[in-house]
């Protein structure tokens, strides 16, 4: 199970800083991935990370503003987003599994971010 968190309104240019608290698993077993679902568009694939050996991986639209962590002790998954744009509008949800399966994967309720002036 995931509870993520942080979402809110922010203008662009700003910061954000998204939760996942995840439960009923041991964390840093599984390669984690934040994906994203703006309105009327499929999901997209954000970011991914390694918990085991904290690797990492971006979207291009994303590489250089947002930062993706876990934190093994606490079973829980951020994503820090800088430079915030209007395009990075959208419900962000936390799910298990990398890349290639994130968008296929069970969601939570996820948390909105929207970047509006």
């Known amino acids: 199970q995931f509870a993520e968190s942080g979402g809110g309104t922010v203008q662009p240019g700003g910061s954000l800083r998204l939760s996942c608290a995840a439960s009923?698993?041991?964390?840093?077993?599984?390669?984690m991935s934040w994906v994203r679902q703006a309105p009327s568009k499929g999901p997209e694939w954000v970011s991914t990370?390694?918990?085991?050996?904290?690797?990492?991986d971006y979207t291009d639209s994303v590489k250089g503003r947002f930062t993706i962590a876990a934190d093994n002790a606490e079973n829980t998954l951020y994503l820090q987003m800088n430079n915030l744009k209007p395009e990075d509008t959208a419900q962000y949800y936390c799910?298990?599994?990398?890349?290639?399966?994130?968008?296929?994967?069970?969601r939570g309720q996820g948390t909105q971010v929207t970047v509006s002036s």
């Open positions: 990370i390694d918990p085991e050996d904290g690797s990492t």
């Open positions: 009923g698993f041991i964390f840093r077993w599984y390669v």
């Open positions: 799910v298990q599994g990398g890349r290639s399966v994130a968008t296929l994967a069970p």
